[in-house]
């Protein structure tokens, strides 16, 4: 079974302009959760997506956002980039069912660099 | 209060010896706990998981939970250089919370 894929691998932005990267989750998952890493603030949770539907929502700024499609892949938005926003951008995978047992798999993620 | 907190570290172990890693969390709710592997410029892999209080054993690996001090950690037996990378600690309640991570360095 295919793992979780993430486009691109890298990115090289300048500040002002946005940035949409893509999340493709293992076959048959349907809940896709984005993160941020930065070695800062380490990992943190921006927004997950559960059959097209946003159900959980991190604490960043209306800047960041996300969208799920029928086929469970998902995209997140990056509008006017901020210098602050470089990071890696995971993506993780999950069958998203309710109940505990929600193991997440992640994609090897996108490294976002901002000028 | 972070919400999950763990040594930063770097712990180092030599080779064989058992390494002991340590994560506290706030949240009573939590329900699910899990451990998380990230080798330098990779992403996360998971190692294993654990919902109930006590021993879960995986190979080489042991997750312990107890939710009355809302303490889990992780034991690695036999520790290999092979195992040196940062450990996340994540706890799921309404979604996940990573901890950040401790580096450990297992020296042949």
């Known amino acids: 079974k295919a793992g979780v894929t993430q486009t691109p691998r890298y990115l090289i932005k300048t500040r002002g302009q946005q940035v949409t990267l893509s999340c493709s989750p293992i076959?048959?998952?349907?809940?896709v959760s984005w993160y941020q890493q930065t070695p800062g603030q380490g990992l943190q949770f921006l927004f997950e997506?559960?059959?097209?539907?946003?159900?959980n929502k991190g604490n960043f700024p209306g800047r960041f956002s996300g969208r799920q499609f029928s086929n469970s892949r998902s995209e997140m938005n990056v509008s006017t980039l901020e210098l602050g926003d470089s990071a890696l951008y995971l993506c993780?995978?999950?069958?998203?069912?309710?109940?505990?047992?929600?193991?997440?798999?992640f994609g090897p993620g996108t490294r976002l660099t901002v000028l | 209060q972070k919400e999950v907190e763990q040594n930063s570290g770097p712990l180092s172990v030599p080779e064989g010896a058992i390494a002991s890693l340590n994560c506290t969390y706030s949240?009573?709710?939590?329900?699910?706990f899990f451990w998380y592997r990230q080798y330098s410029g990779k992403s996360p892999e998971l190692i294993m998981f654990?919902?109930?209080?006590g021993d879960k054993e995986d190979g080489r690996f042991t997750a312990q939970l107890n939710k009355a001090s809302q303490y889990v950690s992780l034991l690695i037996r036999d520790s290999q250089p092979s195992d040196s990378a940062t450990y996340l600690c994540?706890?799921?309640?309404?979604?996940?919370?990573f901890g950040p991570g401790t580096r450990l360095s297992v020296l042949p």
């Open positions: 993780a995978s999950s069958d998203g069912l309710a109940g505990i047992y929600n193991e997440q798999f």
């Open positions: 076959s048959g998952h349907r809940s």
């Open positions: 654990i919902y109930s209080n």
């Open positions: 949240d009573r709710g939590s329900q699910s």
């Open positions: 994540a706890i799921y309640g309404q979604n996940f919370v």
């Open positions: 997506y559960f059959s097209e539907t946003q159900r």
